[in-house]
């Protein structure tokens, strides 16, 4: 006699349809279980990471990541609130970061100069492998942000994002906006390049290492203490100051 495939029906809402087929979008679905099921596993398997997902519900009950799945069972799968309030509902993201700390992978290091730019520390090098990047999120507390959703499946990774945009200033909007952090903007304070905090500078330190032309025009100047890279309000200045204003606009 031929066994009855055991099976569970699920939907995914919102921007969690981003990570399925045109088939499974905004529907429910039949997908097979497997002895020993647990939610996260069929989850993940059916393309959404877990660090996208705010809660569960089971037959709609609240559900753990590791909630074991039984015939039958229908399956409801929500992405982060931000304008609907659950109240006491049980959520299966972690509580908040302290502070809003990022950790970029290789491909997006433009999205990590935007928001050092912005004040937010934010680690990047293009030499970062997939463990690397995993640890970094777990043991310092920072949200991955990354194109490679087998790097967001890891189960180190407790806070992280995929993101979606293919350019850098649509990106940083994306980002902005999916953390709800554009209050905690602080711009000009990091060096692009290395992300440490920049401090002030008196011309007469810095002197040497300038351009004759800016020597001529500016006064003020920032250094990083990390790499020494000199900040001045030039031309360059005027083009991150626009970048920054349209964001602000934005939010």
């Known amino acids: 006699?031929?066994?009855?495939?055991?099976?569970a029906f699920f939907r995914f809402y919102a921007q969690l349809s981003d990570f399925l087929p045109c088939e499974r979008k905004g529907v429910t679905f039949v997908y097979a279980l497997q002895v020993g099921s647990r939610a996260k596993d069929l989850i993940e398997a059916?393309?959404?990471?877990?660090?996208?997902i705010d809660l569960i519900l089971v037959n709609g009950a609240p559900a753990a990541f590791s909630c074991p799945l039984l015939d039958g069972d229908r399956v409801s799968v929500y992405p982060r609130f931000q304008s609907i309030e659950i109240g006491s509902v049980t959520q299966v993201r972690p509580p908040a970061l302290p502070e809003m700390r990022f950790v970029t992978d290789t491909h997006l290091g433009r999205l990590?100069?935007?928001?050092?730019?912005?004040?937010?520390?934010?680690?990047?090098?293009?030499?970062?492998?997939d463990e690397e990047l995993a640890e970094l999120s777990r043991?310092?507390?920072?949200?991955?942000?990354?194109?490679?959703?087998?790097?967001?499946k890891r189960s180190a990774v407790t806070h992280g994002y995929f993101v979606r945009e293919?350019?850098?200033?649509?990106?940083?909007?994306?980002?902005?906006c999916h953390f709800d952090i554009s209050s905690a903007m602080a711009p000009f304070r990091r060096c692009l390049r290395c992300n440490s905090l920049l401090r002030p500078?008196?011309?007469?330190?810095?002197?040497?290492?300038?351009?004759?032309?800016?020597?001529?025009l500016f006064d003020e100047f920032h250094v990083c203490p990390a790499c020494g890279r000199i900040y001045w309000k030039g031309s360059h200045y005027e083009r991150m100051q626009s970048l920054v204003d349209s964001v602000t606009v934005q939010s």
């Open 46 to 52: 059916l393309g959404v990471p877990h660090p996208e």
């Open 1 to 7: 006699m031929r066994a009855t495939v055991k099976r």
């Open 166 to 176: 293919i350019r850098p200033r649509q990106q940083l909007g994306e980002v902005l």
């Open 201 to 216: 500078a008196l011309k007469q330190d810095v002197e040497s290492r300038l351009p004759p032309r800016t020597k001529e």
């Open 112 to 129: 990590a100069s935007y928001l050092r730019l912005l004040g937010f520390d934010t680690l990047y090098r293009n030499d970062y492998c």
């Open 139 to 152: 043991s310092q507390g920072r949200a991955l942000l990354t194109k490679d959703l087998g790097l967001l």
